[in-house]
């Protein structure tokens, strides 16, 4: 069953920060390890290139400085947050946590630390589950954070996957706020599709079926997006109806920045001018968890999203997982 219920939450964000690894993967370096080119992949994915992470750079690394530069732009204190969430299917360790690391890096004491795996629907996922933490009145500041270090679990023979993926990390702080700026949310999911996108790990089977790759990302491009490209737009106006709003009224749509083409066809659906879609593929490639949180930071520092704002955001991915949040963005200019 469908759940129709309007949702609302006290959480606000209140800062957001975001770091991505220093080298830079072209679409010309790919075209020298495998048979592809520019003009191909931009053509059908919209991406220029990705950053990639050192070899002794792993998503913690990115997260913590994600973090750092949120709250020296915001002028927080770290010792403020008493719960730290990381959205990430690319851990350090299986355990302990990446959120952990974190605490540890920034400092902070008397805090809930924990990751959470939604592959691309994982940030807003985070998001969901911080403004939970907010409302219950325990929590007050929560630090959430989408991280991924991809290049290390893709497969750069494959260049049906290689195209994509990239590492980066984004940050945001949620404190709870009289008026909440959480206005709806979404949640689906459907693990019959889970076969479609995947890296194998401690089982080797999906379903009674072999699993191939390594523990490397294996993706059936065409099939997840079909299914994305039906599903989202069906995601976003189940959302949007819940508090009486067509996506016309939306001032930005933040989709999961999987492919550019994509994201075409889901506005295309929504009848959304492609304009009013914020993306980080461009020079970030596909960052899973990650994508949403750079996109919005990208948005801020060009100037683009500003307070009063009516903003979707919905991920999407391995699972196969949905999650959107309509929220009304309350956040100025940083103090730093």
Excluded at 120 to 136: E, I, N, R
């Amino acid at each position: 069953m469908i759940r129709t219920n309007e949702w609302k939450s006290n959480a606000a964000i209140t800062g957001i920060g975001s770091y991505v690894p220093e080298r830079r993967l072209t679409n010309d370096d790919l075209a020298a390890m495998v048979d592809t080119n520019d003009e191909w992949i931009v053509r059908r994915t919209g991406i220029r290139e990705r950053r990639i992470a050192a070899p002794d750079e792993f998503s913690s690394h990115l997260a913590v400085k994600a973090a750092q530069q949120l709250l020296a732009r915001y002028a927080k204190e770290a010792a403020d947050i008493d719960a730290v969430l990381v959205a990430t299917t690319t851990p350090d360790t299986p355990f302990p946590s990446v959120a952990s690391r974190v605490q540890r890096a920034l400092g902070i004491r008397a805090c809930l630390a924990f990751d959470l795996n939604a592959a691309c629907a994982g940030f807003v996922a985070a998001l969901q589950a911080a403004g939970g933490l907010l409302q219950t009145g325990a929590y007050r500041k929560v630090l959430v954070i989408g991280v991924e270090t991809l290049s290390k679990i893709t497969d750069y023979s494959d260049r049906s996957t290689c195209i994509l993926f990239g590492d980066g990390a984004g940050a945001v702080l949620l404190e709870s706020a009289p008026e909440g700026a959480f206005i709806a949310s979404d949640a689906m999911t459907d693990g019959s599709g889970g076969g479609s996108v995947y890296a194998a790990g401690l089982s080797t089977e999906w379903d009674g079926q072999p699993l191939a790759g390594g523990g490397k990302i294996v993706q059936n491009g065409r099939e997840v997006y079909k299914w994305a490209v039906s599903h989202v737009p069906e995601g976003v106006r189940r959302m949007l109806d819940k508090v009486g709003l067509e996506p016309r009224e939306l001032d930005w749509f933040v989709p999961h920045s999987a492919n550019l083409r994509m994201i075409e066809a889901m506005c295309e659906r929504l009848e959304l001018p492609a304009e009013k879609a914020l993306y980080s593929l461009t020079h970030y490639g596909n960052t899973s968890a990650a994508s949403i949180p750079l996109a919005l930071d990208l948005a801020v520092r060009e100037g683009r999203l500003a307070a009063g704002h009516l903003v979707a955001l919905y991920g999407f991915g391995s699972g196969l997982s949905q999650a959107g949040l309509l929220l009304r963005w309350t956040l100025k200019s940083p103090q730093k």
